[in-house]
C-alpha cells in the first residue's frame, strides 16, 4: 500500500514510519505546519508543532529512507482548532482541542489530501487498535492502558479508520522507547508533549482573555444565591474547578467551593460544596459510530469523559438522536463541551462502541 507517515517530530509517530516500512508498504512522511507564527509555539523539544519539531521529523524521514514534506495547514488549524475552542470556551463549554485536531486535521484535511493524492492510508503514532472486520472498522483501546489515545479517536467515522493505520497499538511505550533507540533514531528519549501546543505558557485563563477580552460577571453561592464575589468571564473557568475561584468570603461550613455551572449570558459562576457535582445523567449530542453500529436499545457500558480521566459503569441508549446515559456511581466535574466515549469490555481489549458531545448533565 502507499502510506502517508503523519510524523509530529515525536518518537511515536517516528517509530509508527519505521515499522509502516518494515511491512513492505511504500511510505512517504509528511509533518505538519499548523502555525504561522511557529516561534509563538512552545519550545524545547515537547514534541508536535514546533521548528524544531519538523527538524526531528525530518531527521528520522533521513534515517528511514523515506521521502519526507512538510504541508501547511496553519489557516485550516487556527479556523477549526483555535477558534474552536475559543469559542467554545465563550460558549460556558469545556472543549479538547486535542480531539478537535485529530477529527479536523488529521483524519479530515489530512487524509483527504493523502487520499487525492493516491495514498491508501495515513499511519500515525497513536496508541489504539484497529481492526477491520468484514470491512467495518473495529477501533479499540491499547494495549498500553497509560498510554492509550482511543478517546482522542473515537470522533472518527467509519470511513477515515478504513484509511488509517495504528502501527503501535499492540505496544507499550517502553518498548517504543527502546526500538526507536535500536533504530538510531534521535527522538527515542524525546519527551511526551501534554500541553495545548498553541498556548506555549499554559496560561489558557490568559490565553483566552486576551481573545475575548473581559465579560464581567458575578461568582454566585449555589445554596444562598449571595454574590460572592466578581470575575472577567465565565471563559476563564471549567465545571468542578477549585482553585483561582476568586470568592471574597469562605463558605460557612469552612469547606472549599467549586465551580458547578457556566451561564455565558448572563455572565454568571455558580459554586458550591463537591457533593453538588455529582452527575448521574449525561446527554450528549452529535454522536459518531465508529463501527457502523449505533445503539439498539437500552446498552451496558463503560464510558470515558476525560482523554486521560477514570472510567464509569453506564447503562446507554440513542433517544431522538442523542445519547443518554445513566450511571451506575456518579462522576465529578463532567462538563458540556466535553467529548464522551463509550466502551464495551470484552476478551480482545474495550472496544470503542461509540462518542458524542456532552450537552446536558443532572444529578
Not at 484535511?109 to 496508541?127: E, S, W
Not at 454574590?227 to 468570603?249: A, C, D, N, P, S
Amino acid at each position: 500500500m502507499r502510506v502517508l507517515a503523519a510524523m509530529s517530530g515525536g518518537v511515536d509517530s517516528a517509530v509508527a514510519a519505521a515499522r509502516a516500512v518494515d511491512a513492505g508498504h511504500d511510505v512517504v512522511g509528511v509533518h505538519l505546519a499548523l502555525s504561522a507564527k511557529p516561534g509563538t509555539l512552545r519550545t524545547g523539544s515537547r514534541g508536535c508543532c514546533t521548528i524544531e519539531d519538523s527538524h526531528d521529523a525530518r531527521r528520522a524521514a533521513d534515517i528511514l529512507g523515506i521521502p519526507f514534506y512538510v504541508w501547511d495547514f496553519a489557516e485550516r488549524f487556527t479556523e477549526e482548532v483555535i477558534e474552536s475552542f475559543v469559542g467554545e470556551y465563550a460558549a460556558g463549554r469545556t472543549p479538547n482541542p486535542c480531539v478537535t485536531c485529530n477529527e479536523k486535521i488529521k483524519f479530515e484535511a489530512l487524509l483527504d489530501k493523502a487520499i487525492a493524492l493516491g495514498f491508501d492510508a495515513v499511519a500515525t503514532g497513536h496508541y489504539a487498535r484497529l481492526s477491520h472486520v468484514d470491512g467495518v472498522p473495529e477501533l479499540r483501546r491499547s494495549a498500553d492502558n497509560g498510554k492509550d489515545q482511543s478517546y482522542v479517536l473515537a470522533s472518527l467515522t467509519p470511513e477515515q479508520l478504513r484509511h488509517s493505520m495504528f502501527p503501535l497499538g499492540d505496544s507499550h511505550k517502553t518498548d517504543v522507547r527502546a526500538e526507536a533507540e535500536r533504530r538510531r533514531l534521535a527522538v527515542a528519549h524525546k519527551p511526551d508533549s501534554h500541553d495545548i501546543c498553541f498556548i506555549p505558557d499554559g496560561d489558557t485563563k490568559k490565553f483566552l482573555e486576551r481573545r475575548l477580552g473581559e465579560r464581567p460577571g458575578d461568582l454566585v453561592d449555589a445554596e444562598t444565591g449571595a454574590v460572592l464575589g466578581r470575575h472577567t468571564g465565565v471563559h476563564g473557568f471549567t465545571i468542578g474547578q477549585r482553585k483561582g475561584l476568586g470568592v471574597e468570603h469562605p463558605a460557612a461550613d469552612g469547606k472549599p467551593r467549586y465551580v458547578l455551572s457556566l451561564e455565558p449570558v448572563s455572565g454568571t459562576v455558580t459554586v458550591g460544596s463537591a457533593d453538588r457535582l455529582a452527575v448521574r445523567e449525561i446527554e450528549a449530542d452529535r454522536p459518531i459510530w465508529p463501527g457502523e453500529r449505533p445503539l439498539d436499545g437500552p446498552t451496558e457500558c463503560v464510558i470515558q469523559v476525560r482523554a486521560h480521566g477514570g472510567t464509569a459503569e453506564a447503562v446507554a441508549e440513542v433517544v431522538h438522536g442523542e445519547v443518554r446515559i445513566q450511571l451506575r456511581e456518579p462522576l465529578q466535574g463532567v462538563a458540556p463541551g466535553q467529548v464522551v466515549v463509550l466502551y464495551r469490555p470484552d476478551a480482545r481489549g474495550d472496544l470503542v462502541l461509540g462518542s458524542a458531545k456532552i450537552a446536558r448533565t443532572a444529578a
